[in-house]
């Protein structure tokens, strides 16, 4: 059976508090996002930082190497110049061969990697040699460094492609043109650079495990690499990312993966100065991003235990405040509930009838009050104890509940022996019907050992239209008055506040 406990409005605390909670929740899940999102930006720009430094540390290492490299090929230049122009004097011909070595060939000639400076007639044979006085009579039409100058007036200086020298070890040709008074071809001079310069330049880098120095022709020949395979020197790399991006630039960054081992790499490139030479280096992105790894690990595991203990610390104030809400419902249950009838007591009484009468005065519809007083119960207590009146009481709360029309309609134990039930919206003829009807079910309880019967109640009845706010009070005496009246015509009837509505003892139809 259920009982008459209509739920009192405790709600608007409980929404707080689950606004609350769910408010808290809401925060810390965006608090985590937010720390999440910012770390990750966070993150983004430090790997960025990281690899511009390297991007920058490989631009300063090219451009030391490239004026390095520059340099010493414009004291080869300059070489080879002093030679055409030295060559060209009227008596040069005439002094002694020890003479003129030492007039067309200065001491450059003999530097560290320059394997020697010759002179090569318009046949290709070499006429002078820095290394002897005697060269051998050694053809070298055959190599591009002569050919180029043989069928193009204008090349400038050349910078050969790599070859393999009969000592051993790879060698290029650096030459320049000889010309007749009349411009016709008259050889060229060459000066044989060992590559060796190259490899003991790049051996002196520290470079990570996974990066690359690579020194190659404009044209795409490679003329030295590190690290350095078998066959890489003299390969054609024309084809590859570097020659791409680097067509008609001096110098540049670019991103891509190695042909070769397929790693990820950052590239930058530099022309050496006015020669068509570019040198490149190749960072391993995970070689630069290592240290960055190992921050990254440490800021994650910060921003991720953060963002839990953030969302963990709202689930836990959220769940708090539902045993709150749920603590503070069940205190306030517990105030306005009467302990024997499990019915709300006068307490909530009171809030329920200012309620209904405020809401009915803005509806201008009625509200009806039934004060309910069971007859004699003094001597029914005395006479059966004090355990039957409680069941007697227990009883009637029971009864009141199961003629609720609604949800709305609301029961409570006023005080004693008396009981009270609000009937909003109902007019005067509908809240008699519903009093006559508790009236007639208690009248017919039955005692159970029919050595006594059971009390009958009296039952006073308002009902009215509100015409001004928080005036409940106004309903409640007149129905105690209907309920005076009802117990001085004789007990065990109905009155509205208006005269006696119903004495009949005799159940009514419900």
Not at 106 to 133: E, F, P
Not at 463 to 471: F, I
């Amino acid at each position: 059976m259920r009982f008459g406990r209509v739920r009192l409005r405790f709600s608007w605390s409980g929404r707080v508090f689950q606004h609350i909670g769910a408010w808290l929740v809401t925060a810390s899940i965006i608090l985590a996002l937010g720390l999440w999102t910012s770390g990750a930006i966070l993150l983004w720009v430090m790997r960025s930082n990281v690899l511009s430094r390297a991007l920058l540390a490989s631009d300063n290492l090219l451009a030391t190497m490239s004026g390095d490299i520059a340099r010493n090929l414009d004291m080869f230049d300059l070489s080879l110049q002093a030679v055409i122009d030295n060559s060209r004097h009227p008596g040069i011909a005439s002094v002694s061969k020890d003479i003129r070595q030492l007039v067309l060939f200065d001491r450059a000639a003999t530097a560290k990697y320059l394997r020697s400076i010759q002179v090569l007639d318009k046949n290709g044979t070499i006429t002078l040699d820095s290394r002897t006085v005697t060269p051998r009579s050694k053809n070298h039409s055959s190599r591009d460094y002569f050919l180029v100058h043989q069928d193009n007036p204008g090349a400038g200086l050349y910078v050969g492609t790599p070859f393999f020298g009969e000592a051993g070890g790879y060698r290029i040709g650096i030459s320049r043109r000889l010309s007749n008074r009349d411009g016709s071809f008259a050889g060229v001079v060459v000066g044989v650079m060992e590559l060796e310069y190259f490899k003991d330049m790049f051996s002196r880098v520290a470079i990570s495990p996974g990066s690359l120095l690579a020194l190659t022709n404009v044209d795409g020949t490679l003329y030295m690499r590190r690290p350095l395979d078998a066959g890489d020197i003299g390969k054609d790399m024309s084809q590859s990312a570097l020659f791409v991006k680097a067509k008609g630039l001096v110098s540049g960054h670019f991103e891509a993966v190695g042909a070769r081992d397929g790693t990820p790499r950052i590239y930058a490139f530099r022309r050496v100065g006015n020669y068509p030479l570019l040198i490149t280096m190749g960072v391993s992105i995970a070689d630069a991003l290592a240290s960055w790894r190992h921050d990254a690990v440490a800021i994650c595991a910060i921003l991720l235990v953060l963002g839990i203990s953030t969302i963990a610390l709202a689930v836990f104030a959220s769940h708090e405040l539902r045993h709150r809400e749920a603590a503070e419902t069940r205190l306030k249950m517990l105030a306005t509930t009467d302990a024997l009838t499990q019915i709300p007591n006068r307490r909530g009484f009171a809030v329920s009838i200012a309620r209904e009468w405020n809401e009915a005065l803005a509806a201008q519809s009625p509200v009806a009050l039934l004060m309910i007083d069971v007859d004699h119960f003094k001597a029914f207590n005395d006479q059966r104890g004090h355990q039957a009146g409680d069941r007697a009481l227990i009883l009637i709360g029971r009864t009141l509940d199961g003629v609720r029309r609604s949800e709305r309609d609301f029961v409570a134990r006023y005080g004693g022996e008396e009981f009270a039930m609000i009937l909003p919206g109902t007019p005067a003829s509908e809240a008699i019907a519903v009093a006559e009807r508790i009236r007639a079910r208690v009248a017919e309880w039955e005692s159970p050992d029919n050595q006594a019967s059971l009390p009958t109640v009296s039952i006073g009845v308002v009902s009215q239209v509100p015409n001004m706010p928080d005036a409940s009070d106004i309903l409640i005496g007149l129905a105690d008055a209907a309920l005076y009246k009802a117990k001085a015509d004789g007990r065990n009837c109905t009155v509205a506040h208006n005269g006696c509505a119903s004495q009949a003892l005799a159940p009514l139809a419900a």
